[in-house]
């Protein structure tokens, strides 16, 4: 099978992934609690005003043609408005989704080859003093939930010493030095998140790597501990590695609601809430599948990459 065959079968499953996804997407925005209708007008609407509004809405129409629309005008880049403020979703979506790209980015900046590096050390001297100190930290790491994390985070560094704002409130004439102290709770708090799973595959990937008889070669010939990590063992172990990396940057993209939240940070986590808050249908839908997409993406980018890396994938026997 050829390297291009490979790397078409796989847009298409994720083709197919974001298809079933937007039906799961539309069908678990239709199962809320509540009316849209009374949602926008209030609990005080009269039956005449909210037969109006689902009407102009197109909330009399049966699911499967809804459907059907929305996804059309999805696929055409018309988001439709807002049902709170009557304002452009796209206009929402690009206001925001900037700040969570930036939010993410310098996560990811951060923690990816920080958790190489340990990864790499731990697997350095297996069942040693560092490696049990650095497995210990990041299991009670992936036991601490994200939220959790920025609370401490917020409860020593910004209430009890005074140094961090606890609120990120970004603007565009935010000067570079305001940016990095917004940012850096919210930022540690989501590199604590995602450390501890990208540690514990690179260090297991690396020792599966090291166990093998070309690398037990490479000792008995006398090659350092270091160079063969880095030259030998990191390369053949690059494929686990890329996609536990590549499931944690894209749950920093849909898994930053709670953080957004937590820190006030306007980004597309904090509309998502407010969507949920307000029953603004439309921007929700958009917003899981923004979210969904990213995550689909970073999933073929990652497979596409061992594909390329690992040439045992692109001649299976």
Known sequence: MTLSTLIIRRLLVGFIILLVVSVLVF?????????????ILGQGATPELVANIRERLGLNEPSYIRYFQWLGQLLS???G???????SISDLVANRIGNTFLLAGTTAIFAVPLSICLGLLSALKPNGLIDRTISGISLALISIPDFLVAIILVSIF???LGWLPSIANLSVNSEFSDVVRILILPVSAL?????????RMTRTAVLNVLSSPAIEM???KGVSRWRILIIHALPNAISPIVNVVALNLAYLISGVV??????????LGRLTVDAVVTRDIPVLQVCAMIFCTIYVVLNLIADIISIFANPRLRYPR
């Not at 199962?31 to 209708?37: K, R, Y």
């Not at 590199?191 to 540690?199: G, K, Q, T, Y």
């Not at 709670?258 to 980004?267: C, D, K, R």
């Open 27 to 39: 069908i678990g925005t239709e199962i809320l609690p509540g009316d849209v209708a009374h949602a």
């Open 258 to 267: 709670v953080v957004e939240t937590l820190f006030n940070f306007a980004g």
């Open 218 to 220: 490479a000792m008995l």
């Open 81 to 87: 408005n807002s049902l709170i403020n009557q304002e």
């Open 158 to 160: 910004s209430v009890y």
């Open 191 to 199: 590199v604590f998140s995602i450390l501890a799973h990208m540690v």
């Open 77 to 79: 880049g018309h988001l």
